[in-house]
């Protein structure tokens, strides 16, 4: 008697396993995009709270990452952020801000080379100084172009489409 598997339970364990990897690999993608972020959003929040420090003293908004009491990593191929050359390893930062406006901190999901990478998508803080001396801050995640995997990611990171712009 011949011991061993047939052709048939071969392919249908082969079918399993495949049918098994495409429901995990983008749950595993989205895992590891939401750790990222993650990384974005730890030094957005320094940044936050270093600039509000800033404004408590000067009553302005901070316009270099030199007038912050936070480390913020320089990256050669971060040209385009505002202002240029700061960024992690999957994030070019950058801010902007005005005495009678909000200062907005904006992380930008890019490559190594420093340019999009595909589903791209941009985290943001807004920081608003109130008149009693606080401060109101709101987070938010723009897809790129409209594409539905950057949509569904930042859906992920904001943990649901109802918080996407305020999370």
């Known amino acids: 008697m011949n011991q061993g598997f047939t052709l048939i339970e071969l392919l249908v364990v ?70 240029a050359g700061f960024g992690g390893k ?24 420093g340019t999009a990478t595909p589903h791209a998508y941009q985290l943001a803080t807004s920081v608003r100084a109130e008149n009693n001396g606080t401060y109101t801050a709101t987070r938010s995640c723009e897809p790129k172009a409209g594409d539905s995997d950057a949509t569904d990611t930042c859906n992920a990171i904001a943990g649901g489409a109802d918080k996407i712009s305020d999370f």
């Open 14 to 83: 082969v079918v399993i396993i495949g049918v098994l990897s495409a429901i995990a690999l983008p749950q595993y993608q989205t895992a590891v995009e939401r750790s990222r972020a993650t990384e974005a959003l730890t030094l957005m929040n320094a940044i936050q709270t270093s600039a509000e420090r800033y404004h408590a003293q000067h009553e302005t908004w901070p316009t270099t990452f030199g007038q912050l009491d936070v480390d913020v990593p320089q990256r050669a191929n971060c040209a385009t952020s505002v202002p």
């Open 90 to 113: 999957n994030f070019c930062f950058g801010f902007t801000g005005s005495d009678t406006g909000a200062f907005v901190i904006t992380a930008d999901r890019v490559n190594s080379e």
